[in-house]
């Protein structure tokens, strides 16, 4: 068992609902640690927490990551015509500059 208080494990407060004691844990785990943390489950928790993440929550978390890094880059600065012509000709010249 860990304890609680160590390296990486903070709790955060006992919360009292209804005569049941609940307790949040906020715990900072490599991914490397959380592997072995999961091999050594018994294999039928391991199915367990296999069969929570399915392919399609994958697929829709990766897909909302793809298209959030979409936004950023479409609404990322962009350069006019005449800032693309500046920047073709100063590309030239530094190019010419570095040849000679």
Not at 61 to 67: D, G, M, N, R
Request: charged content about 25%; some cysteine; overall charge positive.
């Amino acid at each position: 068992m860990y304890n609680l208080f160590r390296n990486n494990y903070f709790a955060r407060g006992f919360i009292q609902k209804k005569n049941r004691i609940t307790m949040e844990l906020s715990m900072n785990v490599g991914f490397g640690q959380l592997v072995d943390l999961i091999n050594r489950l018994p294999a039928c928790q391991i199915a367990k927490i296999k069969n929570e993440f399915s392919d399609s929550d994958i697929a829709s978390k990766a897909k909302a990551e793809i298209l959030d890094f979409q936004r950023f880059i479409l609404e990322g600065p962009v350069m006019s015509e005449e800032q693309y012509s500046n920047f073709k000709e100063q590309r030239k010249q530094f190019s010419l500059w570095r040849t000679h």
